[in-house]
C-alpha cells in the first residue's frame, strides 16, 4: 500500500457522460498531480494541486477539471467523455518524493 | 517547459546481462531525477532517484548517474533477472515530474 488512495479502480461509462476520480493523497503531503496515462503511452501531466490551490497544469482538455478539497483529497472530474478518453489515471502525492495510487482504470464505451 | 527524451523504447537482454537506460532533459533548473518501474496494469512505483548535486548513486544492482553539464541521467542495472522485466521511466522535476516516454525492458531467462 503507497498511502495514495484513488477510487474507483475500475469505471466503464458511455461516451457523452461525466464522471468523478478521486484520490486521498499520503498523510502530511499537501500536493496531489494527476496524470493519464494511455495505451502504449507514457504519463502525461495533467494538474498539480498544493493546500488546496492549483500549481500548475499540463496537458489537460477543457472537459476536465479537478479541484483539492480541505481535508487535502482531490477530484478529477472528466466530462463530455469520448472513446479517446479511455485510459489509467494515476494521482500522486509527494514528500520526500512521488508516490503513486493504483490508479483508476476508465474506459469509455 | 521540461522535455525528457529517453532511449531506447525497448531493450531486450539475456539474464545476467547488464542494462542501460538513457535519458536526456531540456531544463537546467530540473533538480531532482527519479526512476520508476511500472509492472502491466500496476503504478509506477520509485525504483532509485538522484539529486543534482550528487553524480552517482548505487542500491544493490541498479545505480543512476547524472551529468548535469550534458544534462543527461542513466539508469543501470547488472545482473538482469527474468523480474526486471517491466517498463522504466525516468523523469525530470522541476516543480512537477516530467516523465520520458518509457523503456519496455525484457530480460529473458
Known amino acids: 500500500d503507497s498511502g495514495v488512495t484513488q477510487t474507483p479502480k475500475h469505471l466503464i461509462t458511455a461516451t457523452g457522460q461525466r464522471v468523478t476520480l478521486r484520490c486521498s493523497p499520503r498523510?502530511?503531503?499537501?500536493?496531489v498531480y494527476w496524470y493519464q496515462q494511455s495505451l502504449d503511452q507514457g504519463l502525461q501531466f495533467l494538474i498539480q494541486y498544493y493546500n488546496g490551490e492549483e500549481r500548475a497544469k499540463g496537458n489537460i482538455l477543457e472537459r476536465f477539471s479537478a479541484q483539492q478539497f480541505p481535508d487535502l483529497h482531490s477530484e478529477l472530474n472528466l466530462s463530455s467523455l469520448e472513446l479517446g478518453d479511455s485510459a489509467l489515471y494515476f494521482c500522486?502525492?509527494?514528500?520526500?518524493?512521488?508516490?503513486f495510487g493504483s490508479g483508476t482504470r476508465l474506459t469509455v464505451v | 517547459g521540461e522535455n525528457v527524451e529517453q532511449h531506447p523504447s525497448t531493450l531486450s537482454v539475456q539474464e545476467g546481462d547488464s542494462a542501460v537506460i538513457k535519458c536526456t532533459y531540456s531544463?537546467?533548473?530540473?533538480?531532482?531525477f527519479p526512476w520508476y518501474k511500472q509492472e502491466l496494469g500496476k503504478r509506477p512505483q520509485l525504483i532509485i532517484d538522484?539529486?543534482?548535486?550528487?553524480g552517482e548513486k548505487k542500491d544493490q544492482r541498479i545505480a543512476v548517474t547524472l551529468n548535469k553539464t550534458a544534462k543527461h541521467f542513466s539508469l543501470h542495472i547488472t545482473e538482469t533477472q527474468p523480474e526486471d522485466s517491466a517498463v522504466y521511466f525516468c523523469a525530470a522535476r522541476d516543480g512537477k515530474l516530467t516523465f520520458g516516454q518509457g523503456t519496455i525492458l525484457t530480460v529473458h531467462p
Open positions: 538522484i539529486r543534482s548535486n550528487v
Open positions: 498523510s502530511g503531503d499537501l500536493s
Open positions: 500522486a502525492s509527494s514528500g520526500e518524493g512521488y508516490t
Open positions: 531544463d537546467s533548473a530540473s533538480n531532482y
